[in-house]
């Protein structure tokens, strides 16, 4: 054979191979691809979209698919036989808890005394003006906020995008900063526990039941929102609208009412319940409302209590068992009145304090009804003083907003 002949005949050997290798390479490249692609299927076939048209601060659109394993899209609703339980579209975002209604059993009462209580940290700080060295507060709180899929978690920036997990987190940094700054402004900064805030979020309804279920807490699955004291961790069903997009200002009012029961059980423990939901929706309610100290008018209230005409009694509030279960609405809205009401009073009025400060001396135990009752009411007036305020704050609601914008128009010229 020539030389040539050889060349030609290598030369075609050597392109042969290449050929061979690219077409193995691809191959495998388009195998790689498509099990990624099935490894970021979303289980609804759908991204889900983040482009709030609820809030005003919109949140930035999302791109990133989640990260699941599909071979666990076949996981059924149910679990363990325990039967889907459909959502409550209510306005309280909040499931009744069993330990909250009852006396604290031994059991409950050793969870809460083996918790580990950090007091808050200070810096002590040099004020020329007063000539007095004054103790700065801060580092309230841990925030943790996953994603929970199919008993994975996910930072919130890995299922959605770095703005979404910045936007949520600065949003409740600023409600739960409030939150502890009205507590050390009742109670004294001293006296308060640091807290971590707990809270897994689900991206649908099967998720959010499965998560619930797996504590034997699926009942809590009819509302948005649940905190396990035992867990002392919050559960949390992100809402969507039907376009896939996150109703924010929902997911912070939900967020808040339940990261403040997860603060509540760190400072007091095992509370009344209308204290506890009252304080909850309280801080809640700073998120949606301009104006939160002026409460809400007669059609918010209409539509918080299912058109109960006023608040109902002190001793219908503070009396527990099935009441509490059967007119949950009712007995929410008029808890958040009467808290509503003792913190429009002066500090000196406010009656509420006296209380808080005895439960952060017995958090783990529930404090006696009578004496509750004897320290908020002394002079049998506590309901008549209600329905005053109630008249004034909500009846004549336009002419309070009247009143609070011309006051805060002449502050701003006097400035």
Not at 283 to 309: C, I, M, N
Not at 330 to 339: G, T
Not at 344 to 363: A, F, G, M, P, Y
Request: glycine fraction near 4%.
């Amino acid at each position: 054979m020539s030389d040539n002949n050889r060349v030609g005949v290598r030369v075609f050997s050597i392109v042969a191979i290449i050929i061979i290798a690219l077409v193995v390479l691809v191959q495998l490249f388009i195998t790689s691809v498509s099990h990624q692609e099935n490894q970021t299927d979303i289980t609804e076939s759908s991204e889900v979209q983040i482009n709030d048209i609820e809030v005003e601060q919109s949140l930035p659109p999302n791109t990133l698919k989640l990260p699941i394993d599909s071979k666990e899209n076949s996981k059924e609703v149910t679990r363990v036989g325990k039967k889907f339980v459909e959502q409550d579209h209510s306005f309280t975002a909040h499931e009744p808890h069993p330990w909250e209604l009852v006396e604290v059993s031994p059991v409950q009462e050793r969870l809460c005394k083996d918790m580990e209580l950090t007091p808050l940290t200070y810096e002590e700080k040099y004020d020329p003006d007063t000539q007095q060295t004054n103790r700065v507060y801060s580092d309230y709180y841990d925030l943790n906020l996953v994603i929970l899929h199919n008993g994975r978690e996910y930072s919130i920036s890995s299922v959605y995008n770095e703005g979404t997990e910045k936007w949520i987190k600065t949003q409740m940094r600023g409600y739960l900063d409030r939150v502890y700054e009205t507590y050390s402004k009742w109670l004294g900064p001293e006296k308060l526990f640091k807290t971590d805030v707990n809270i897994k979020l689900a991206l649908n309804h099967t998720q959010y039941f499965n998560a619930l279920a797996k504590h034997d807490a699926e009942e809590s699955a009819k509302v948005q929102g649940v905190y396990l004291p035992w867990l002392h961790t919050g559960f949390v069903k992100i809402p969507h609208n039907d376009k896939h997009q996150i109703l924010g200002t929902r997911l912070l009012q939900v967020l808040v009412h339940e990261s403040v029961h997860a603060i509540n059980f760190v400072q007091f423990g095992y509370m009344h319940r209308w204290a506890q939901e009252g304080l909850a929706q309280y801080f809640a309610h700073y998120v949606d409302h301009k104006t939160p100290e002026l409460f809400v008018d007669y059609e918010q209230w209409a539509q918080r209590s299912r058109h109960l005409g006023e608040p109902l009694s002190f001793k219908e509030l503070i009396e527990p068992s099935g009441h509490w279960l059967e007119n949950r609405s009712a007995l929410y809205a008029s808890s958040f009145a009467y808290v509503q009401y003792f913190s429009s009073l002066t500090q000196t009025e406010n009656d509420l304090i006296s209380v808080l400060n005895t439960e952060l001396k017995q958090r783990c135990s529930v404090l006696n009804k009578e004496w509750s009752a004897s320290q908020l009411d002394p002079n049998n007036q506590l309901y008549t003083n209600i329905l005053n305020w109630f008249e004034y704050t909500v009846i004549y609601h336009t002419d309070r907003k009247a009143d609070y914008d011309k006051v805060n128009q002449n502050t701003s010229a006097s400035h």
